[in-house]
Each structure stands twice: as C-alpha cells, then as structure tokens.
C-alpha cells in the first residue's frame, strides 16, 4: 500500500492507505475529503479537485501537464505548488506524497 496524507484546509489530516495507480482525487473522494468536489469526475474538465503540493514533494509529483495547466487558470488562488489532484496518479515515487486543500474550488 502507498500512504498519502491529505491535509484540508481546517487543518484536519486524512492519513490514507491507497492503492498503486489510483488519483489523489479519486481517494479524496473514497475518503470524503471536505473542499474535494471533483465535479468532473476526473477528466481534468474542471478545477474541483485543486490541491497543493505540499513544498518537500513538488519535484517528486512534477508540473502540470498542458491542459492540467489551462484548466487551473479556473482555479482558486493558483500558486506555484498547484495541482489538479485528478491528474496526480499514485505511484512508489510518491508513496508518503502529502497534499492540501485550498480555502475553497473554483
């Protein structure tokens, strides 16, 4: 299992065991993160799903990629650290990755 850290923006951490391939958006949601919409379900066709990386693993979780970065142009309060958590796939590079939910989505 792959551990993921979801911190909202109340600061109330969701410790989580997920599994290998999945989303950070899809285990917010299994986990019923508040401030998590993902109105789109995961076809990065929205910006519900905005999280911050958290800064000790931005190099690990990469940029945006080009129509991730177009659609956070919709998104609250973009800051370098800036992700749509659809788009962030679990991987053993990222087991302990640790993210968190903006103030408020789009």
């Known amino acids: 299992m792959t551990k993921l850290t979801i911190v909202a923006f109340d600061g ?4 989580l065991d997920v599994t290998e391939g999945s989303t950070v958006m899809e285990n ?5 993160v508040p401030g998590i919409e993902a109105e789109c379900g995961g076809a990065c066709a929205c910006a519900t799903c905005h999280v911050y990386v ?3 693993w931005v190099e690990k ?9 177009d659609m956070l142009d919709f998104a609250y309060d ?4 800036s992700r749509l958590s ?5 991987t053993p ?3 302990g990755l640790v993210v968190h939910v903006p ?4």
Do not use: H, T, W, Y
Request: proline share 11%.
């Open 12 to 15: 109330i951490r969701f410790d």
């Open 61 to 69: 979780a990469g940029p945006p990629a080009p129509m991730e970065e």
């Open 28 to 32: 917010a949601v299994r986990n019923s």
């Open 93 to 95: 590079a990222l087991d």
């Open 54 to 56: 958290d800064d000790a």
């Open 103 to 106: 103030e408020r989505q789009a």
């Open 78 to 81: 973009v800051r370098p650290s």
């Open 86 to 90: 659809c788009q962030i796939k679990l």
